[in-house]
Every structure is written in structure tokens, then in C-alpha cells.
């Protein structure tokens, strides 16, 4: 069954705390954490796709992800995988930090099992981050 967009979502929210290695990250240890996956996944897909698609799907997945969470476009540079951490945060909940940072990866992964097929993005995506679950259901723990 393919996963859906909201179990990708969960999927990759729990990728991202659980990369922080605390059970309630401060923001910048999110921001330190979304940095780092997003070097894995870009070293993980960069020999398949090359450096310039890679950097493409992710430019388009955090424009997706902005028309949701704005401030993402702050947040992100356009360098691929560097937050700017002078960017004011103070305004933004840790919650809703977690849940569009996950967007921008979720959308990545979505696009790029749209174009190339889910059985083989999310092999590459378990392998990058070091996890095991990615192609869970919804309804599945």
C-alpha cells in the first residue's frame, strides 16, 4: 500500500526529534537536526540523480511547503540543507517548527517517489537516515 501523505508526514516528524537525540528538542536542535538529514538524504541521492536535481526537488519541495508554513522561506536559504539560524524564531511554536520542517522533507520524498517510484525512494531514504519504517501504513504503529 502506498503511504500516504500525512503517514509520510508523521514518518519523517519522527525521523526529525528522534534525530535531535531529545525527547523535546529546543529549536535549534531542530534546525541542527533538519541541517544534518538533509546532508544525508542529499549525499544518499546525489550519485543517482546528480547534484543539480537533487537541489531542485528541494528548492521545490520548501516552495510547496511554504505556501503551508511561510516562514520556511526565511528559513531556508537556497543553499540546499543550511537553515539560517539568524532567522528570529522566537514567534514560532516548537510544534508547528517540527510539523514544516517535516513538510519540507515529506514533499521532497513525496516528489521524488512521484517521479521515480516509492519501492525505490524510500530504500534510499531508510538509508540515508539510518531508520526502519518509512514504508509503514497509515493505520500501522
Do not use: Y
Amino acid at each position: 500500500m502506498p503511504l500516504s501523505p500525512p503517514a509520510l508526514r508523521r514518518f519523517v516528524r519522527r525521523v526529525l526529534v528522534d534525530a535531535t537525540g531529545v525527547a523535546s528538542p529546543e529549536q535549534g536542535q531542530l534546525v541542527s537536526a533538519f541541517d544534518a538529514l538533509c546532508g544525508q538524504l542529499h549525499r544518499q541521492l546525489q550519485p543517482l540523480f546528480g547534484k543539480t536535481a537533487v537541489d531542485a526537488l528541494f528548492v521545490r519541495a520548501v516552495h510547496v511547503a511554504a505556501a503551508e508554513f511561510p516562514w520556511l522561506r526565511e528559513l531556508v536559504e537556497k543553499e540546499p540543507c543550511r537553515a539560517d539560524r539568524m532567522v528570529s524564531l522566537a514567534g514560532i511554536e516548537i510544534d508547528t517548527l517540527e510539523e514544516g520542517m517535516a513538510a519540507v522533507f515529506a514533499h521532497n520524498i513525496g516528489l521524488l517517489a512521484a517521479f521515480v517510484g516509492e519501492d525505490l525512494v524510500l530504500p534510499l531514504v531508510q538509508q540515508a537516515w539510518g531508520v526502519v519504517g518509512a514504508s509503514r501504513t497509515e493505520g500501522e504503529p
